[in-house]
Structures are given as C-alpha cells and as structure tokens.
C-alpha cells in the first residue's frame, strides 16, 4: 500500500484521473448543498416573519427556484471543469445540435410553466389561501390556492379535492379571486327637505356629522336626487367595513343629524326613510 499512496495523492486532486473527477464532484456537490443551505436559512428567516401572510408563498417559490438554479449551474461548471467531459461534449457536438432541439421541445411546457409562475409571482393576481374560481374539466370550480410551485398551482376543493394546475394554463385563463372582492356595505339616507330650507346647509350639516364618525370609511356622495312641489331630497351615501358598522352610522347619523337640524331650523318635508344598499 505504501507503494501506492504518492500515486494516489497525485490523482485525488487531478481533473484528469476518474479519482479527481469523482473528488472534484464531491467537492462541487457540497458546494452546491451548502449554498442551498445558506439559501434556506436566509429564506426561512423570512419565512419565519411572514408566518401566516399571504406572502410566504413567494419565500417558497423562490427557495424552490434559487436551489434548481444553484444546482443546475454546480452542475454546468463541474461538466466545464473536467477535460474529460469537456472532450466527450466535444466529440459529441454534432449530436448536441439535434438533442436541443429535441430536448428544447419536449421541455417547452415545462419552461412556460416555469416563466408563468414567475408571472403570477410579481403581478399576483391571487395568493394562498385565496380564494377563486377558475374553469376546469370538470366545470366551473371554487378551490383555495394551497401553493405555487415552479411549475404548478396546487388548489384545493371545499370537499377536499385537490386540483394540479399548470401555471401557463392558470395565468391564461379568467379566473375571478373571491376573496379580493369589495367587503365595504354602502349606507344611503335620504333627507327630504321643506322647499324653504337651505340644501348647503343641510348637506354642511350631513358631512360633518359622517366625516368625523368612526366607523365611516368614506363619504361617497352627498347629492340632490330629487325635486318636488313639497322640497328637494337630499341622498347622503356613506361607506362601512360592515353590515354592523352601517347600521351604528345610520344610527348616529340619524339622531344627530336630526338634532342639528332642530338647532338650524332646517325643515324635514316629511319623514324620512333611511335604505341600506
């Protein structure tokens, strides 16, 4: 064994020897895992803050990407780094001209499927656990967006189906996102007003009382929608988070609005009725 131990030395490190292509191998696959490492770590701190966000999916897109990516090019610089691959890439090189071709139509839906989960990363028409409808074999499906991998959307039914989509598919096709979807509940009030009163004042009076309220989320209009021999009806619509905020500012509205208008001698035609739209 003694005998053997120089030649062995000089062929561990050798790009020329198997026993250097096989160390140099090792070398570059360790390098690779322990940039993914890295790559998770930082990753998973961010993971980490973004717990129970719709965000998260992005973190796992992009560790799922960065590690293809990382291993593809340990790959391509290993092939480079050994003359004997490089020499066989050489001989062959007539044949990697019809290989491409071949290989770069049957993987033509597996990079569309990749470029569109890259889409539907940055322009995020949904994220998980939205929820959408979008059309499939078997009609019309309503599912929550469970993952975005590189290359499919993974969705899963109220009956707890599963439903595989692949993202060239899912990005070109409608699909409606249920749960980005308006949640405000618009409030309109009617004031029907006495011929003599003044339509400013009255609508000063509404719109300080709504834009200082708590639960009004916006102020949408407040217009004259209609006249008659008896006045002017003056429609303040408001909007809320909630069916339970609209019915505490229609309300407040309502008793305030009436207790200001007693100390402006604004004059109600009639009484008035209050709608919830």
Known sequence: ME????LLKDATFDPNTWFGAIAYGIVFFLLAWATV??????????????????????????????????YLVALVLYAHFIPAFRSIGT??????????????????????????GVVLIIYRPFELEDRIQLSAP??????????????????????????????????????????????????????????????ESAREVL????????????????LATQVDGAGV????????DSSADAARVQSDVIEQTTRKFREQNISLAMPSSFTKS
């Open 3 to 6: 005998h053997l131990k120089p």
């Open 37 to 70: 490492r890295a790559l998770n770590f930082v990753l998973g701190r961010r993971r980490e803050r973004l717990v129970g966000t719709t965000s998260h999916g992005d973190v796992s897109f992009l560790y799922q990407l960065g590690r293809s990516t990382i």
């Open 91 to 116: 001989a062959l090189l007539a044949g990697v001209s019809v290989a491409s071709i071949v290989i770069g139509l049957a993987a033509q839906t597996t990079l569309s499927n990749l470029i569109a």
């Open 138 to 199: 078997t009609g019309i499906e309503t599912a929550y967006v469970k993952d975005i991998t590189l290359g499919y959307t993974v969705l899963e039914t109220a009956d707890n189906r599963r439903i595989v989509v692949p993202n060239s598919l899912i990005a070109s096709q409608i699909t409606i996102n249920l749960t980005r979807t308006e949640k405000r509940t618009q409030v309109a009030l009617p004031f029907h007003l006495d011929a003599e009163a003044s339509v």
């Open 207 to 222: 719109l300080d009382v709504t834009k200082t309220h708590p639960k009004v989320v916006e102020v949408s209009s407040c």
């Open 233 to 240: 009806t003056l429609t303040l619509k408001v909007l809320c």
